[in-house]
């Protein structure tokens, strides 16, 4: 564990609720997380903030760190690429709209992959999808695998995939194409920092130069996806092109048994300094006259500070 003046400094960039597809409720995942060190953690929900404002409050209760995050979904042909955001204003209008969005063709999508399993006998229903789950706004597949499980149409999680939902099977529906350099723009401007998560699922090199054509910020480096090669491979990727790094956990507790996780993919404390030192230079470039343009959203008063969420920074 690295240590700052003494004190331990522990840092999950990346974690999920029962907002999106995690297992834990936004309290019991910052308990968990403190359990297992974590001083600042940010939680990154697909496509949905409704974990941030709890969030925020609990993280000062129990003096842990919290850093605003999303986990976009895009897709660029039939590939589907994450997304993560940090430091953005999650009251942004626009921002908030664009979401609005993505949590519409994500309701569109199930509705579309439950017809198609009812088509093939397969009676499941929404409705009890959405109680069941208990989002109504980041709805995804893993929803829909739970479901079947319980309802016994198939034994395991993974076997919805491979026999019903996965790409290629009878009821496999595309996600909404969010193409990357919309869910790039979406986070700048509302003022934040946008990574490509996971890259080693999908992403080659060449892909990866051409994100950063669209304004990409970083990569997460650190995921338990990543193979020691992989990570030292992102890691040199990023610094020889002066991007940022991330990583962390990606934990979901419960079916995905990434519990021993937590505590283990945690970055170190510079890549952090790092990603502060961006926003504050380009709020620095915001509000040089010169550099402002019509109707940039730039919010007044504490200009220079950081949202005062962050290390050290409160
Ligand atoms: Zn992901
Ligand atoms: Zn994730």
Known sequence: METLSGISVKIDLHTHTTFSDGALRTRELLLKAKGCGITTISITDHDTISALEDAKEFSKEIGMNLVPGIEITSRLKHSQLHF?????????????SRLQELQDARILR????????????????LESVLEKAGVKNSIGRP????????????????????????????AYEANHPFPPEEAI??????????????PSHYVSEGLLRELLKYGLDGIEVIHPSHSADGTEFYDKFADDNSILKCGGSDFHGGLKNDDVNMGKYVVD?????????????????????????????VSGGDELKLKGEFIGKS
């Not at 723009?185 to 996971?198: D, T």
Request: with cysteine.
């Open 84 to 96: 993560l955001g940090y430091f953005f204003d999650y009251t942004n209008k626009k921002f908030l």
């Open 110 to 125: 199930a509705k579309k992959i439950i017809a198609k399993l009812n088509r093939i006998k397969i009676p499941l229903k």
């Open 143 to 170: 929803h829909i695998a739970n479901m079947m499980v319980e309802e016994g149409y198939a034994e395991t999680y993974e076997e919805v995939f491979h026999k019903y939902i996965g790409i290629g099977k009878p």
């Open 185 to 198: 723009r979406m986070v700048a401007e509302a003022g934040g920092l946008s990574f490509l998560a996971h």
């Open 269 to 297: 404390r510079s890549w952090v300094d790092r990603i502060e030192e961006k926003l504050i230079n380009r709020k620095v470039l915001e509000y040089r006259p010169q550099a402002c343009s019509p109707g940039a959203s």
